[in-house]
């Protein structure tokens, strides 16, 4: 079937006008295809004309194989031509009458009794696959279902008929294949091997769709509902505690104590009274003071191994695909990702109550009671929410922070008073025995995978054990500060990578800016195919001052463009464009095309601040502030959150901020306009504020061979001729430049140019001591000289460049200028 094109039908010649102006080896292809093109079109039209013919032609096959099967037993041939097997089937099929004519006898006898006997009814369901492909972009099955669907009607099938029936007529059922099938297969081997090939087949079909797991659950215990009471006597808080952990799957793996009994009817790991103690706890409780300790049990999350599909986080039924410009382009497998270690948390049983036993007495030396304690079990911190005693204040607690912390033995306690949504107070504890989050099982997961996000990006999991994924188009940018080594290029890593994962090169451009010149240098192999860059830059990271400024502008330039073809197309956001591009509303004669997203990354922002200062500030500010709509997003790391860097117009703009382990409470509330970030542990522990709440992560790692194996995955494959480019814009400097007048120029211009050449020092001043001339003519001099190609452009407080060598090659100079054309 001819490929779909991607391309609106243009008047012709426009198109012959924009196939002039490429080259001779170009302008041979392009004809060739368009030639193609006008000799069959294959719009939707023909399409469905033809699904509908498939849809028919299959009933007619249907009907043919229905027809010649059941008629085949009712023809009788001739005695005399039974002699041979061949002439009694050539025979008995010519007497065979079906339903569908002669043509529809061919068909039958060639795909039954010449094929696959009741194998062949596969060929109808195929055509009808097509047919619905093609009429209503409906697939039936997928890949692996086809498979062994095709399996087992043309081998299976034929084999296990015939072996069933092997006499005529009854051997049509399996057709000649299996009978040639049954023959071969017994001489080598044997009947039984024959039976145990068609046992074989369908036992691995069925094991593989299990996928090997037949394991029933374990039966619940009815006695187990009602464990006896076991007491823990070291203080009157404690008498009459139950320490009941459930666990249903995984009950061999926890430390079994007398305290510590299994129990399988729920899937949380709860620690209560039992039910004769609850009821003497509630006739007693303002005298007991006991304390219900519930620890939720992590959650486990499924990784799967399969690759994420380009446009599936999309969600547009279109007609034309972007996708098509690079249509082998495979997404990056999750194979190339590490795994490091198990990603299901152990619950240390012993660590747990030693918390909270020093919680409750921290608490209770200050007179401070609690009535409840639950304990969240995360990768790298435990959060204890414990529910004052009516009457205590909130503050009383907070207050204690240093006292909790030094009776833990532990660094990076945080209390959280009140958790935002509940009635409770929050005490995060760091784990003994951290475990490290991978990349690989936060792109592996459900959470990630169903997203139906625009840019889904997976940044790590929460104390819940959960997958954190969030929507870069709703964030919509990303400042991101900590302290050297805590984690930023790596969270800087984890975001680039979850979006190289889901997104194709259509749909997604990176700039990125990188002045310390070796954070972002693996990501220049996919310069080709996701990086954007200025038309007349040679590398796509940027790391020139210069450069960045020029590259900032230019993004205003591309937002104002983008900006004027939204008003154009009548929509508010580049979602609803490229939507309505896609459904062909939109004419690419006036100007459109499907718009990427572009994500620009900034990995030391305060380095351009030290060095360009408001120049790299104001363009920033104005991306901030208006490009969300048009899929311009911007992702800011640095290093130093002072106020300086880190300014109230620039945090105004960046709702959604990150903040790995800082030093000082003040660089805390620079960031996050709150404290907490200065009591984090490292290694990847981080606070993200979206606005509303604060939310503790442990950031996904993912080393640099696994960015290394990434880059070289996606490198390797076919590309783009260049990077994506940017609009080109020109410097205030660039804008005064004046042309070269010989008419205009002044009087003392050759005297200027010696002085020049013969000092190789382009200044002002030297001419100005030189000639004895006042400072405005001196400058229109050098603006002259500039122009004639004798020095080069303004650069600050250097002079400029001088770029005639000597006096001989002056004077040569000289003579070509005022020689007229």
Same mark, same amino acid.
Request: net charge neutral; charged share 25%.
């Given at each position: 079937?001819?490929?779909?094109?991607?391309?609106?039908?243009?008047?012709?010649?426009?198109?012959?006008?924009?196939?002039?102006?490429?080259?001779?080896?170009?302008?041979?292809?392009?004809?060739?295809?368009?030639?193609?093109?006008?000799?069959?079109?294959?719009?939707?039209?023909?399409?469905?004309?033809?699904?509908?013919?498939?849809?028919?032609?299959?009933?007619?096959?249907?009907?043919?194989?229905?027809?010649?099967?059941?008629?085949?037993?009712?023809?009788?041939?001739?005695?005399?031509?039974?002699?041979?097997?061949?002439?009694?089937?050539?025979?008995?099929?010519?007497?065979?009458?079906?339903?569908?004519?002669?043509?529809?006898?061919?068909?039958?006898?060639?795909?039954?009794?010449?094929?696959?006997?009741?194998?062949?009814?596969?060929?109808?369901?195929?055509?009808?696959?097509?047919?619905?492909?093609?009429?209503?972009?409906?697939?039936?099955?997928?890949?692996?279902?086809?498979?062994?669907?095709?399996?087992?009607?043309?081998?299976?099938?034929?084999?296990?008929?015939?072996?069933?029936?092997?006499?005529?007529?009854?051997?049509?059922?399996?057709?000649?294949?299996?009978?040639?099938?049954?023959?071969?297969?017994?001489?080598?081997?044997?009947?039984?091997?024959?039976?145990?090939?068609?046992?074989?087949?369908?036992?691995?079909?069925?094991?593989?769709?299990?996928?090997?797991?037949?394991?029933?659950?374990?039966?619940?215990?009815?006695?187990?509902?009602?464990?006896?009471?076991?007491?823990?006597?070291?203080?009157?808080?404690?008498?009459?505690?139950?320490?009941?952990?459930?666990?249903?799957?995984?009950?061999?793996?926890?430390?079994?104590?007398?305290?510590?009994?299994?129990?399988?009817?729920?899937?949380?790991?709860?620690? *209560?009274?039992?039910?004769?103690?609850?009821?003497?706890?509630?006739?007693?409780?303002?005298?007991?003071?006991?304390?219900?300790?519930?620890?939720?049990?992590?959650?486990?999350?499924?990784?799967?191994?399969?690759?994420?599909?380009?446009?599936?986080?999309?969600?547009?039924?279109?007609?034309?695909?972007?996708?098509?410009?690079?249509?082998?382009?495979?997404?990056?497998?999750?194979?190339?990702?590490?795994?490091?270690?198990?990603?299901?948390?152990?619950?240390?049983?012993?660590?747990?109550?030693?918390?909270?036993?020093?919680?409750?007495?921290?608490?209770?030396?200050?007179?401070?009671?609690?009535?409840?304690?639950?304990?969240?079990?995360?990768?790298?911190?435990?959060?204890?929410?414990?529910?004052?005693?009516?009457?205590?204040?909130?503050?009383?607690?907070?207050?204690?922070?240093?006292?909790?912390?030094?009776?833990?033995?532990?660094?990076?306690?945080?209390?959280?008073?009140?958790?935002?949504?509940?009635?409770?107070?929050?005490? *995060?504890?760091?784990?003994?025995?951290?475990?490290?989050?991978? =990349?690989?099982?936060?792109?592996?997961?459900?959470?990630?995978?169903?997203?139906?996000?625009?840019? +889904?990006?997976?940044?790590?999991?929460?104390?819940?054990?959960?997958?954190?994924?969030?929507?870069?188009?709703?964030?919509?940018?990303?400042?991101?500060?900590?302290?050297?080594?805590?984690?930023?290029?790596?969270?800087?890593?984890?975001?680039?990578?979850?979006?190289?994962?889901?997104?194709?090169?259509?749909?997604?451009?990176?700039? =990125?800016?990188?002045?310390?010149?070796?954070?972002?240098?693996?990501?220049?192999?996919?310069?080709?195919?996701?990086?954007?860059?200025?038309?007349?830059?040679?590398?796509?990271?940027?790391?020139?001052?210069?450069?960045?400024?020029?590259?900032?502008?230019?993004?205003?330039?591309? =937002?104002?463009?983008?900006? *004027?073809?939204?008003?154009?197309?009548?929509?508010?956001?580049?979602?609803?464009?490229?939507?309505?591009?896609?459904?062909?509303?939109?004419? +690419?004669?006036?100007?459109?095309?499907?718009?990427?997203?572009?994500?620009?990354?900034?990995?030391?922002?305060?380095?351009?601040?030290?060095?360009?200062?408001?120049?790299?500030?104001?363009?920033?500010?104005?991306?901030?502030?208006?490009?969300?709509?048009?899929?311009?997003?911007?992702?800011?790391?640095?290093?130093?959150?002072?106020?300086?860097?880190?300014?109230?117009?620039?945090?105004?703009?960046?709702?959604?901020?990150?903040?790995?382990?800082?030093?000082?409470?003040?660089?805390?509330?620079?960031?996050?306009?709150?404290?907490?970030?200065?009591?984090?542990?490292?290694?990847?522990?981080?606070?993200?504020?979206?606005?509303?709440?604060?939310?503790?992560?442990?950031?996904?790692?993912?080393?640099? +061979?696994?960015?290394?194996?990434?880059?070289?995955?996606?490198?390797?494959?076919?590309?783009?001729?260049?990077?994506?480019?940017? +609009?080109?814009?020109?410097?205030?400097?660039?804008?005064?430049?004046?042309?070269?007048?010989?008419?205009?120029?002044?009087?003392?211009?050759?005297?200027?140019?010696?002085?020049?050449?013969?000092?190789?020092?382009?200044?002002?001043?030297?001419?100005?001591?030189?000639?004895?001339?006042?400072?405005?003519?001196?400058?229109?001099?050098?603006?002259?000289?500039?122009?004639?190609?004798?020095?080069?452009?303004?650069?600050?407080?250097?002079?400029?460049?001088?770029?005639?060598?000597?006096? =001989?090659?002056? *004077?040569?100079?000289?003579?070509?200028?005022?020689?007229?054309?």
């Amino acid at each position: 079937m001819p490929k779909k094109s991607n391309k609106l039908k243009v008047p012709e010649k426009k198109v012959e006008k924009k196939i002039e102006k490429k080259t001779a080896s170009k302008k041979k292809t392009v004809n060739t295809s368009k030639a193609n093109k006008k000799s069959f079109s294959f719009d939707l039209k023909y399409q469905r004309v033809l699904g509908f013919f498939f849809l028919l032609f299959s009933v007619y096959v249907f009907l043919s194989i229905s027809s010649f099967i059941v008629n085949w037993f009712d023809a009788n041939p001739s005695d005399e031509l039974a002699n041979t097997i061949s002439s009694y089937f050539s025979d008995h099929a010519k007497q065979v009458e079906v339903w569908t004519g002669k043509f529809g006898s061919i068909i039958s006898s060639y795909i039954v009794l010449k094929g696959f006997g009741l194998g062949a009814f596969f060929i109808p369901l195929l055509l009808l696959a097509i047919g619905l492909k093609l009429l209503i972009n409906t697939a039936l099955f997928k890949t692996w279902t086809w498979f062994q669907v095709l399996t087992i009607s043309f081998l299976w099938i034929p084999l296990l008929f015939n072996l069933i029936f092997p006499e005529h007529p009854e051997n049509i059922l399996g057709g000649l294949l299996g009978n040639q099938l049954n023959v071969w297969l017994s001489n080598y081997i044997g009947r039984v091997g024959l039976i145990f090939s068609l046992v074989f087949v369908p036992a691995v079909f069925l094991l593989i769709d299990y996928q090997f797991n037949f394991r029933k659950k374990k039966q619940t215990d009815k006695h187990a509902a009602s464990p006896k009471p076991n007491t823990y006597a070291k203080d009157d808080l404690y008498n009459t505690v139950e320490f009941s952990v459930e666990d249903p799957e995984d009950e061999e793996d926890l430390p079994q104590s007398e305290d510590i009994k299994t129990e399988k009817p729920s899937n949380s790991f709860k620690i *209560e009274l039992d039910a004769s103690v609850k009821k003497e706890k509630e006739e007693k409780e303002n005298k007991s003071g006991e304390i219900e300790f519930t620890v939720e049990k992590p959650k486990e999350e499924k990784v799967s191994d399969e690759k994420v599909k380009p446009g599936e986080h999309f969600g547009v039924d279109s007609e034309y695909d972007p996708t098509l410009d690079l249509p082998n382009f495979k997404m990056p497998p999750l194979s190339l990702l590490e795994e490091y270690g198990s990603e299901n948390i152990e619950i240390d049983s012993e660590e747990l109550e030693r918390n909270k036993v020093k919680i409750v007495n921290t608490l209770k030396n200050y007179s401070i009671e609690i009535t409840k304690i639950k304990a969240t079990i995360g990768p790298t911190v435990t959060l204890y929410e414990i529910v004052p005693a009516p009457g205590v204040r909130i503050s009383k607690i907070k207050n204690l922070e240093d006292d909790i912390a030094l009776n833990l033995a532990a660094m990076g306690i945080r209390i959280i008073a009140p958790i935002p949504g509940k009635g409770t107070v929050g005490i *995060e504890v760091p784990n003994k025995n951290p475990n490290t989050v991978s =990349m690989r099982s936060i792109i592996g997961s459900d959470r990630f995978r169903n997203s139906k996000y625009e840019l +889904p990006f997976g940044l790590g999991k929460t104390i819940a054990n959960e997958s954190f994924v969030a929507d870069l188009t709703k964030m919509p940018h990303i400042l991101m500060a900590g302290a050297t080594g805590q984690g930023k290029s790596v969270g800087l890593n984890a975001i680039i990578a979850s979006l190289l994962f889901t997104k194709h090169p259509a749909e997604l451009k990176f700039v =990125m800016v990188d002045p310390k010149k070796v954070e972002l240098t693996l990501f220049s192999r996919i310069e080709r195919h996701y990086l954007a860059k200025l038309p007349d830059s040679e590398e796509a990271i940027i790391t020139d001052t210069r450069k960045v400024v020029r590259t900032l502008n230019s993004l205003g330039i591309e =937002m104002d463009h983008r900006y *004027e073809l939204l008003k154009d197309a009548q929509v508010r956001n580049l979602k609803e464009y490229n939507r309505k591009f896609i459904a062909r509303k939109l004419n +690419p004669n006036q100007g459109h095309k499907f718009l990427p997203y572009i994500v620009l990354v900034i990995d030391e922002f305060a380095d351009l601040i030290m060095t360009a200062g408001k120049e790299v500030e104001n363009p920033i500010t104005r991306l901030a502030q208006l490009a969300r709509a048009v899929g311009i997003h911007l992702i800011i790391a640095t290093q130093r959150p002072s106020v300086n860097i880190i300014t109230g117009t620039i945090k105004a703009n960046f709702p959604a901020r990150i903040a790995f382990r800082v030093i000082s409470k003040v660089d805390s509330r620079t960031i996050l306009d709150t404290g907490g970030a200065d009591q984090l542990i490292g290694r990847g522990d981080m606070l993200l504020s979206t606005g509303s709440d604060i939310i503790r992560l442990q950031c996904a790692f993912i080393d640099t +061979p696994e960015v290394d194996k990434l880059t070289e995955f996606i490198g390797s494959q076919r590309a783009y001729p260049d990077a994506f480019f940017l +609009p080109e814009y020109e410097d205030e400097e660039s804008d005064k430049k004046a042309e070269y007048n010989a008419e205009e120029r002044d009087e003392l211009f050759e005297d200027a140019a010696y002085i020049i050449v013969q000092n190789q020092q382009g200044s002002t001043s030297l001419l100005q001591r030189k000639l004895k001339l006042g400072y405005n003519r001196a400058g229109r001099i050098i603006d002259q000289l500039e122009a004639a190609g004798i020095v080069g452009p303004f650069e600050g407080s250097k002079a400029r460049e001088v770029r005639v060598a000597n006096e =001989m090659a002056l *004077e040569q100079f000289l003579k070509d200028l005022n020689t007229p054309e």
